[in-house]
């Protein structure tokens, strides 16, 4: 049973580490994304904004992953028999990532085709 514990500890530590380490744009990128779609007339532009989405994608598709594997984790583990419902958390943050990470490539998508339509 200690392994057990061992191993949920170092999958958390895991995920948290994943989470302050993946590839989200930074603040700066964000405070920009308005003024670069408002500007964007060229295909290189809509090329570029594509780009920023398909990082975001990927970013929110690791979070997906990081809690899929922590739902697995505890479901494992005997804390979801003693402090709630940390699997049901897991899975609900899991699913909100997956949608985000559709969304981003539903942008990049539509960005590229912009740029492909104005080359």
Not at 3 to 19: D, E, R, S
Not at 27 to 53: G, M, N, P, S
């Amino acid at each position: 049973m200690e392994w057990l514990k061992k191993t949920v500890v170092i999958v958390a530590v895991l995920g948290m580490v994943a989470f302050v380490y993946l590839p989200f744009s930074s603040a700066d990128e964000w405070d920009d994304i308005q003024q670069k779609i408002r500007d964007a007339k060229t295909a290189a532009d809509h090329q570029a904004l594509a780009v920023f989405y398909e990082k975001e994608a990927q970013a929110a598709h690791k979070l997906h992953n990081t809690h899929v594997t922590m739902e697995a984790a505890y479901a494992a583990s005997r804390i979801r028999q003693e402090k709630g419902r940390p699997t049901e958390h897991c899975r609900v943050i899991a699913e909100k990532y997956r949608d985000m990470a559709k969304e981003y490539e539903t942008l990049a998508a539509m960005h590229k085709a912009t740029a492909a339509q104005l080359k």
